[in-house]
């Protein structure tokens, strides 16, 4: 999608579309994967316990990787509509950067 921001209403718009998507994309992950009962965590092993906090963990960088897909995704919009206001283009922060090089770096040794 080539979205050409050229004032602050369309700009307004467009960050609207992507806060609409993104929280239908949180709601459909949450419709694929439900809440477990309380009573499957009572009595877990130690095992059990680390096996489901590594695929909480693994579910959770997935969830990240998705939405640093949308905010590059965004980013090229803007800078393919040659959008030069004042806000420009979200550059990613320290902590997003880092998630993304220990992604890039878990998939090399993966695959």
């Not at 009572?42 to 909480?56: C, F, K, L, R």
């Not at 959770?60 to 509509?81: C, D, F, N």
Request: aromatic residues 0%.
């Amino acid at each position: 999608m080539n979205a050409t921001v050229r004032d602050a209403r369309s700009r307004t718009e467009l960050l609207e579309k992507a806060r609409r998507q993104q929280a239908e994309a949180v709601a459909a992950q949450q419709l694929a994967a439900p809440a477990e009962p309380d009573h499957v965590h009572q009595g877990v092993s130690p095992e059990e316990a680390v096996g489901q906090a590594t695929t909480t963990l693994q579910d959770a960088e997935r969830l990240i990787h998705i939405l640093l897909g949308v905010i590059a995704g965004l980013q090229m919009q803007a800078t393919l509509s040659g959008s030069t206001t004042a806000a420009g283009p979200v550059r990613l922060t320290a902590a997003q950067s880092t998630h993304r090089r220990r992604v890039i770096c878990a998939r090399r040794r993966t695959g």
